[in-house]
């Protein structure tokens, strides 16, 4: 029955492992769209450098020389890339960094193109040209021998964006591999609950009949004599008997809590559990001096430590000690039982509350887990594996809300 859980466990982890390639998968096909729209903004922008060196080259040329290099370069053409460039914000500047020109940055206030720049507008400028600086999107113009000019170049918002695009997209693809694994969750809970509600009310039903018929027993030996004190005895557990299926046909509905005293509830328990249990198993209860005011339903409750006490005589297979404390801390008070059994493995430490899961050759594996129920759904509080090793021992520890 633990490899059903086991196999569960792996087909979660594979899940995951799909997943976290798919992100993978798509971040990095959005990295190489960025990483070529980024290259290709670069050629773009060496293309408008070299327009521009020529333009200036032409302008600085003699007549002579400015007829022949017109002869060959089309003017218009260099204007041309110059302009179209719409998307891109570029700044060109001397190299003692005074800034020469601009395009496609959005000014803080609006500017003639033949003026000189104002005052808040230039510090702009001077702002982007030392972010720029740092930045790898330069380009070295040698117009002449003593004449170099730099090109600095922001991404274009197009580009920006889709720098952003990779993260966004894996918030995306995390939050629904979340909503998805959720949601497969909550199916298997209400599932499990309603067969959880539906075999309790069964195994409620089956046992009415067989336990009325023991009460009439009962009866019967009672009007012949037997001894008292056994049929006293057998009383008591054709009551529990009959409690156990009470609380089984309750299952689903909301059980009624009141504050109680722990350390009475522990007791009833313990009491009941050592009259049952084999002579060579020590059952200790130490109980704390002062009241443990909680809200509990005593007879869950009660049930849950029978449960952790027999379980635990089943862990040291006929001989060993069993400790039972109770106490507080801060806000809750707390239970724990102790044993000196075979002990759990730290990687079943959860698994032990699943549903299905025993390491017994007989029963349904069920006891820790409506255990866990009931703690943690009726009584809001905890229930755990507090310690254990292999080969010396467990404590299992309960926590619930101090009541005031």
């Known amino acids: 029955m633990a490899n059903i859980y086991d196999r569960r466990r792996y087909g979660v982890l594979l899940f995951l ?8 998968l798509f971040l990095y096909v959005s990295n190489s769209l960025v990483k070529d729209l980024s290259e290709q903004e670069r050629d773009r922008m060496q293309i408008w450098a070299d327009a521009t060196k020529e333009i200036v080259n032409i302008g600085n040329a003699s007549v002579d ?3 022949s290099i017109s002869a060959g370069i089309d003017i218009d053409f260099l204007l041309n890339i110059i ?5 891109i914000p570029v700044l060109w500047t001397d190299d003692k960094d005074n800034i020469l020109g601009q395009k496609n940055f959005d000014l803080p206030e609006a500017q ?6 104002t005052e808040l507008n230039q510090q702009f400028l001077n702002e982007k040209l030392a972010d720029l600086k740092n930045s790898s999107n330069i380009i070295v113009m040698d117009i002449s021998p003593d004449n170099r000019q730099y090109l600095y170049y922001e991404d274009s918002k197009l580009l920006q964006r889709l720098s952003y695009y990779p993260y966004v997209q894996l918030l995306v693809m995390l939050a629904f591999i979340a909503v998805v694994y959720f949601a497969v969750l909550s199916t298997k809970k209400a599932e499990q609950n309603k067969v959880w509600v539906g075999l309790s009310k069964e195994t409620a039903h089956q046992l009415g009949t067989p336990i009325s018929s023991l009460m009439a027993w009962m009866e019967l030996l009672e009007s012949l004599g037997v001894d ?15 409690t156990i299926a009470s609380r089984f046909s309750k299952i689903g509905s909301k059980p009624q809590m009141e504050s109680e005293n722990l350390n009475d509830a522990v ?15 020590n059952l200790t209860v130490d109980l704390d001096s002062n009241a443990l005011p909680a809200m509990i339903s005593a007879p869950l409750f009660e049930w849950v430590m029978e449960n952790l006490i027999k379980n635990a005589v089943d862990a040291m297979e006929g001989s060993g000690a069993i400790a039972v404390t109770t106490g507080k801390e801060k806000d809750y008070v707390y239970v724990e039982v102790a044993d000196t ?5 730290r990687k079943n430490f959860k698994t032990i509350f699943n549903p299905g899961y025993t390491t017994k050759k007989r029963g349904w594996g069920l006891g820790l887990t409506l255990a866990k129920r009931i703690i943690e759904q009726y009584h809001a509080g905890k229930i755990y594996v507090k310690t254990s090793e292999p080969g010396i021992g467990t ?4 926590d619930l809300p101090l009541s005031h």
């Open 267 to 281: 007791a009833r328990s313990s009491s009941y559990m050592s009259s049952r249990i084999s002579s060579r198993i």
């Open 341 to 345: 059994g075979k002990g759990i493995s």
């Open 228 to 242: 008292a004190e056994t049929v006293a005895e057998m009383n008591k557990d054709v009551k529990r008997l009959s």
């Open 112 to 117: 003639d193109p033949i003026m000189p720049y």
């Open 83 to 87: 302009e179209r460039n719409r998307t």
């Open 17 to 24: 492992i799909i997943s976290v390639g798919v992100v993978v």
């Open 395 to 398: 404590t299992f520890r309960i």
């Open 65 to 67: 020389d400015s007829t």
